[in-house]
């Protein structure tokens, strides 16, 4: 599904990963918007650690959520 990360000594483990989502509680959501651009929603967010869920927060729905549910993750 992914393509091999470059630069592996970037890479983080899946602990540093659930870390960095327990503490942080604000991200940049990428998607392709209108026309095939890309499109970055900054958003608040919230990891659920017993199913591994994450949980996103955003504002206006004709921008940010429209392009988010357009992208059908």
């Not at 983080?12 to 890309?38: A, F, H, M």
């Not at 900054?42 to 869920?53: C, F, Q, V």
Request: proline residues 3%.
């Amino acid at each position: 599904m992914f393509r091999e990360l470059l630069r592996k000594n970037k890479q983080l483990s899946d602990e540093e990963c659930v870390e960095l989502l327990k503490n942080e509680t604000r991200g940049v959501l990428s998607v392709i918007g209108d026309e095939g651009y890309p499109y970055g929603m900054p958003m608040n967010h919230w990891y659920n650690e017993e199913d591994g869920a994450i949980y996103f927060h955003c504002g206006n729905y004709e921008t940010d959520c429209g392009n988010y549910h357009k992208a059908q993750l």
